[in-house]
């Protein structure tokens, strides 16, 4: 393992204590990655800040990607508060292939895809999964 500079982290939310012991155990860089195939993919920095690297999923790789958090009533939330995710950006499609219905409850009429994850923002922008709106399998 003596080559090994970085573990990679998706999928599920890991807890602050297991990043903590991946890096230290593994000697290594960890970064953790959170995406979906509907377009926003996000990343934690190489060599991030421990609080960072093990609080958060970091920031979306591109610039002209755009952050909506929401209350259940639609309101919008500040950094620091809980709700769900939409999302709007250069590689968000627009809408499902021939799926008007799914469309209408998967995204906004303004364009934004509502993701379904519980997040909030730290201070510098950071997204930090919470949870889901629903649970899907």
Known sequence: L?????VHIGGATLAPTTAA???TTLHCQLQQVYGMAEGLI???PPHAPHHIAHHTQGKPISPHDELHIIDTHGNPQ???HTGELLTRGPYTPPGYHNAPTQNTTSYTPDG????????HLTPDGN???T???KDLI
């Open 78 to 80: 500040p950094p620091g």
């Open 131 to 133: 949870g889901r709106v």
């Open 21 to 23: 012991h991946i890096a």
């Open 42 to 44: 996000c990343y934690t």
């Open 127 to 129: 997204i930090v999964i």
């Open 112 to 119: 934004w895809y509502r993701t379904g994850d519980l997040v």
């Open 2 to 6: 003596s080559s090994l500079r970085f």
